[in-house]
């Protein structure tokens, strides 16, 4: 459509080869900045080589808002705006440079020294030991900043069923940052999701890591499913089911459907629709999600993955009104892309069947 009235109106040349573009890709933006995982340097070179340009960039970044902001506010709420941001300075860098910058192995020792001079006047020897216990994606990608704060949640030994947590406003609006340590174990993932649905809290997005002695680091972004302001007593009552949950004390799945009664259940016009992409990354299957919102969405998706044994790295959360779309980056208890299909087929008609409305 696009290609004839470019025809009708006498346009040629560059300009109708940009507004074709444009039209191709206007999602990209949006949908690679709110479901893939924006520190893959292999993302961001193949979201540059689709580009091809800075002034590409910039025309496809302003469609991108215009056409979110004509949407509505939930097309481009702050967090939103913020990812997308986030994209395309990565984007314009590789552009403009021609490079993705460092090495790993560069960056790597790059991360460590900054790690380092934010932990100064710590022990050194307790902040080496730190260093060696967290995995290699914690290092390259979290904040320098929250280091600090998952050093002292880390420094004392964590008990089988001990829950720490910490959590600040985030440098996104509306938004927070939360970390939770505790003992790893099958399906922590989930528990967390559903004890943070019952205290009223919403999952942005979430990075998982495991030390190298079995203390899980999960970090998240989080928004009040209500109201903007979370205030301590509802960080206490998350703690306290997490907890219980932990113990066997509490069932999340009892507990999280009681809960759903009281609330608009999801809308029935909204399909459940699964994709598994084995190559939007070079160690994890991307598992795409999109259902009709409802209380503990989150929730079933991980359970159902903690019963088919994988492991979620990193998963991105986005609500258009009364439909979720959800990434999780996965991998196989054996720490590999999930290739098996017929393991695939299984979890596709696992999460169809939970998630039907």
Request: charged share 30%.
């Amino acid at each position: 459509m696009a290609g004839n009235t470019l025809d009708h109106m006498g346009l040629a040349g560059p300009t109708a080869d940009l507004v074709r573009f444009l039209v191709a890709e206007h999602l990209l933006l949006s949908d690679t900045a709110t479901r893939r995982d924006l520190d893959d340097e292999r993302l961001i070179v193949g979201v540059a080589d689709r580009v091809g340009d800075p002034g590409r960039l910039a025309a496809l970044y302003l469609l991108t808002m215009a056409d979110a902001e004509s949407t509505g506010p939930l097309a481009w709420t702050p967090w939103r705006a913020t990812l997308v941001r986030e994209l395309v300075a990565k984007v314009r860098h590789v552009l403009e440079r021609d490079d993705v910058g460092w090495g790993t192995a560069e960056r790597l020792t790059a991360r460590a020294e900054g790690i380092r001079a934010s932990l100064a006047g710590e022990d050194p020897v307790a902040v080496e030991r730190f260093l060696l216990r967290m995995p290699r994606g914690y290092v390259l990608s979290v904040p320098i900043d929250r280091v600090r704060i998952h050093h002292r949640l880390l420094a004392p030994a964590v008990g089988r069923h001990e829950v720490r947590t910490h959590a600040t406003e985030a440098s996104r609006p509306a938004a927070y940052d939360l970390a939770v340590v505790a003992a790893d174990r099958p399906g922590l993932l989930s528990m967390i999701a559903g004890a943070l649905s019952l205290a009223g809290l919403s999952i942005l997005t979430a990075q998982v890591f495991t030390t190298d002695d079995g203390v899980a680091v999960d970090l998240f972004e989080i928004e009040g499913a209500f109201e903007p302001e979370v205030g301590e007593e509802r960080w206490r009552e998350f703690r306290t089911t997490l907890r219980k949950a932990i113990e066997g004390r509490l069932s999340l799945d009892h507990r999280v459907r009681e809960k759903r009664r009281h609330y608009p259940g999801p809308q029935a016009d909204v399909p459940v629709r699964v994709e598994v992409d084995n190559e939007a990354s070079d160690f994890f299957t991307v598992i795409e999600v999109g259902a009709p919102d409802r209380l503990g969405l989150l929730f079933d998706i991980t359970r159902t993955f903690a019963e088919l044994q994988l492991d979620v790295h990193l998963a991105k959360v986005a609500t258009f009104g009364g439909r979720v779309v959800d990434a999780f980056y996965v991998r196989d208890d054996l720490g590999r892309r999930v290739d098996d299909l017929e393991r695939l087929r299984e979890l596709e008609d696992a999460l169809r069947g939970r998630l039907a409305p």
